[in-house]
C-alpha cells in the first residue's frame, strides 16, 4: 500500500516561518514527481509548488508563494519538504502532498493533509 504522509501543521503567527515534510512509503520515491496542492478553507484547491524526479529536481511554484516557500526532497529518505517563511493570512490551509510516477502519469498519490494556520 502506498501512503504519503504529512505533518509539520500547525498555527504561526504572521512572518513565521513552518516545515512540512511528506513521508512516502510503499513506492519508489525516486520515481515520483511530487506536487504540494493547498485547499484554503471555503475555497477550492490551489497548486503551491513542484518538484521533478529526475536528477537535478527541477521545482517551480505558484507566484502566490514564489521567494518565500522552498521544495525539496530526500530519495533516500523517501521525504518531501515544504519550507515556508515570510507566512501570512492567505497560506492559511490544509496542505497536501501528491506524487505522480514520472512515466506513468495515470499512478498518482495524495496524503490526507496537515492543516497550516496563520493567526496572531
Known amino acids: 500500500e502506498v501512503l504519503l504522509v504529512e505533518s509539520g501543521g500547525g498555527m504561526v503567527q504572521p512572518g513565521g516561518s513552518l516545515t512540512l515534510p511528506c513521508t512516502a512509503s510503499g513506492c519508489s520515491f525516486s520515481s515520483y514527481d511530487m506536487n504540494w496542492v493547498r485547499q484554503p478553507p471555503g475555497k477550492g484547491p490551489e497548486w503551491v509548488s513542484f518538484i521533478g524526479s529526475g536528477a537535478g529536481s527541477s521545482t517551480n511554484y505558484a507566484d502566490s508563494v514564489k521567494g518565500r516557500f522552498t521544495v525539496y526532497r530526500d530519495n533516500a529518505g523517501n521525504t518531501l519538504s515544504l519550507q515556508m517563511k515570510g507566512l501570512n493570512s492567505e497560506d492559511t490551509a490544509v496542505y497536501y502532498c501528491?506524487?505522480?510516477?514520472?512515466?506513468?502519469?495515470?499512478?498518482?498519490?495524495w496524503g490526507r493533509g496537515t492543516q497550516v494556520t496563520v493567526s496572531s
Open positions: 501528491n506524487g505522480r510516477h514520472f512515466v506513468y502519469f495515470r499512478i498518482e498519490y
